[in-house]
Each structure stands twice: as C-alpha cells, then as structure tokens.
C-alpha cells in the first residue's frame, strides 16, 4: 500500500514553525544561487547583445581588448576594401575606424571609475542600429563634441546634455544622449574618431568594425586578412568579440557565488535533517502503526523522502521569487577586460529557473535521506512500545 500525499502534507503543516524555519533557510540559500546565475547571465547578455551577427572587429594580433589593440591607417583601408563588406548609400563602405581611452568621472554618491571614450567614424551608428538618440542630437564630424550612454548619465556626475567634460588636453561639450537598448554602449561616451586620436595624440586606430553583405563569408574573409602577410590583424565576429569580454568577470562571479552557494546549503541540509530526524522522533508509535496496518518500508521511506522535497521545493520557490524581484535592479563593476565600468541587470532565463529548482530540491533530498532510511528500518514491536 502507498501512503497518500495528503498524509505528509498534514504532517509538514502539523509542524508549521519548523517547517517554516527549514524552508526559510533553504530559501535564503536559493535565492543566492539564483541571484549569482542572473548576475552571470546579465552580464553576459549585456556585452553579446552588443555585438551584432553580420558585423566583424579588427584588431591587432593577440590582442584581447580594444584599449591594448593597434590598427594603422594603411591595414585598416586593406581590410575595409575587401569585397565581403557591405556597401551603404552613396557607395561608403560600412565601416567604422575606431579608437577607444579610456578616463575617470566621479560617480554620484563619491568615488570614481574609469569609463569608455569610443571615438567612431560616420558609420559608426549605422553599425549598430541599437543605438538611438534619446536627447539632443548626434555630434559633428571633425568636432568636440560628445554623446553619453544612458547608464553614463544615470551613474556619473556633470554628464547631463549641455555639460562639457575636460579630458585630452581640451573641452568636449556634451550634446546628446543615447540608448543602447541596455548593450555595453549604454555604458560608453562616444565622439569622432578623428578628433579624439589628434587629443589623445593617437597614431593608429584601436579597432576596425564592419558589415559584412553576407555573414556566411565571414571564413573567407577572416582566413585572407590573418594571411596576408602585410597585415597583423585578428578578425572576430562582433558578437564573438563582446561575449569574450565577458569570460574573466563572468567566471569570477560564478566561482564565487556557487563556492557560498555549496557552504550555504551544507547548512541548509542540515537543518533539513534536523528537523526530518525529529519528525521521525516524534512520529515513532505513528510509524509502528503504520507498519502494523500494512505499510511497507518502501512507502515509510518514500512518505519522508516526499516531505522532505516539499521543504525543498517551496523553499526553491520562495528564493526564487526573491531572486526575479532582482530584475527591476542594475548594477555596474569594472569588467576586468576592459578595465571600465560597465552596468548591467539582473537577468532570470528559465535555465536559471530549473536550475534553482533542482538546487532546492536536491537540498531536499540530501537532508531528508538519511532521516527516511532511519524511518523506514524500524521495526514494528520497537516502533509500537515506544508509545
């Protein structure tokens, strides 16, 4: 015979303060693993949502950033003649010679941090449609002129349209401001190219960006620049290239959050056990009847084993809705590729959902094994004079 479901849901509500505190712990350790896998996932959504498919990045050889990266005039012009870029209106070819600095702002609240200057060319905002201007307008080509991501003006001080900001030996005025559509430009200044390398006193660009008339020739173009021996030059996709930006800091986050994930739970489990072990405590002359009546070992087990997964799966539950409230937040750090902030949301997927389910649940199970196993060995006469 089996025993039924209903029979360990009156059981778990007949020790409601218990079942409250066990549940409540485990809740607290799943909502911290949820949280660490929605922080990880942000971030990387945040710099992949920057890049685009049918867009490649050059840069130099080897290097693992723009800001390390060096592509002079006469390698960038061989590689934007290449057949496979695309051509826009008028003949231009797509492609946007870049150079990127990097300079501290003082936060609002206190404290600075270091934050991307893109100098673009024209068809810098043609490359990535994502980029609107939400406030005053675009700057002029050959000018001082500056637009802020929206993040810059979120967290930064003096970056509001119409503020100037001083950096390269002169006064940038600043005219607009955009959305990225919560992408890494969100977190960047960005200004003509041309002007920017005269004030940094810069002699080759940082990168190469361009679109390409078809993304399936990607091979044979990146196969002919890496070979041509005038070149020194890596060639990625834009998306490929952002996610990359991403592995240091991601990992990091991971290793970190699951390392106090596990300690976390270990008390977790613990306290499942405790209070599994002391329902089996208090449940003796309940189990003996049970046993006397016909049931077998195997239902006393499962009928423990089942309580105890429900203290796992409604502690997982309630984390978990803790955790999707971390959506309505940002948060910004310094991505240790680039060595500039960058902000980002939290980001829950229904990866992240099985995920900290399976967590909980498996919590569960650990705690309440061992308490199930004792439940089930006892013996009908000892289970009975307990009484």
Known sequence: MKIPFSYCLRNLWARRLTTALTTGGMALVVFVFATVLMLEQGLRSTLVSTGSDDAVVVIRRSAGTEVQSGVDRVQAAVAESQPE??????????????????????????????VVIRGVGEAGFLLRPQVRLIEGRAFRPGSAEIVVGRSIAERFEGVGVGDSLRFGMREWRIVGRVDAGGSGFDSEIWGDAETLMQSFRRTMFSSLVMRLRDPAAFDTLKARLEEDPRLTVEVKRERVFYA???????RFIRILGLT??????????????????ASVANRTAEIGTLRALGFQRQSILAAFLVEALLLGAVGGAIGLAGASLMQFFSISTMNWQ??????????LTPGIIVASLSFAIGMGLLG????????????IVDALRAA
């Open 260 to 277: 106090l994930s596990i300690i976390f739970s270990v008390g977790a489990i613990i306290g499942a056990m405790i209070t599994m072990y």
């Open 338 to 347: 680039s060595f500039a902030e960058i902000a980002f949301r939290f980001e």
């Open 85 to 114: 870029v695309a051509v826009g209106g008028g003949g231009a070819r797509l492609a946007s010679k870049e150079t990127v600095v990097l300079i501290s702002l003082q936060k609002r609240g206190g404290g600075a941090s270091n």
């Open 368 to 379: 309440g094994l061992l308490p199930a196993s004792q439940a089930a060995r006892m013996k």
């Open 244 to 250: 990359e930006q991403s592995e240091t800091l991601a």
